[in-house]
């Protein structure tokens, strides 16, 4: 799946994020989990736990409640009106949390990097890099566009 341009509609921006990454996420979470239980001790399990946990989280939010916002400020801004009512009073909120989540997100695999040192988990390493491309299109292209477009509407 090709990357949409920056300045791809947004809700195709979604669609993409939700498609390779979120996508991507679902399917490696399970591989990985298997990988380390092959590893003695409880730490590395706890850790992946942790991670594992706040990811399901974060997607869950961000295909339940931001990205249906977002693409709904796109389809009005097509149609050529206001802004859409939305669940909450403007995006920033749940954006400013989901930017705090993946800074959390990222200490995690952070920490779960270090303590599998040296273990030649590829899965985790593509894992890491996937995490770190899916978050740069969210914090620097996909919600700095979402709240500039509310803005328009409103």
Known sequence: MQT????APLDELCQFIVLRHHAYLHRALPVIEAQLA??????????FADLAGQLHS????????????????ARADRQGSGRPALPFS???????????????????????????????????????????????????VLFPRALELEQRLS
């Open 38 to 47: 092959q590893i003695p001790g409880d730490e590395v399990r706890a850790a």
């Open 58 to 73: 974060h997607l869950a939010k961000e295909e339940n409640l931001l990205f249906p916002a977002i693409e709904a400020l």
């Open 4 to 7: 949409p341009a920056d300045d």
């Open 90 to 140: 403007t995006v920033l909120y749940p954006i400013r949390l989901m930017e705090t989540e993946h800074a959390r997100i990222e200490a995690a695999i952070a920490r779960l990097r270090d303590l599998t040192q040296g273990m030649g988990l590829a899965e985790l390493t593509r894992l890491e890099e996937d995490v770190h491309e899916h978050h740069r299109a969210e914090n620097e």
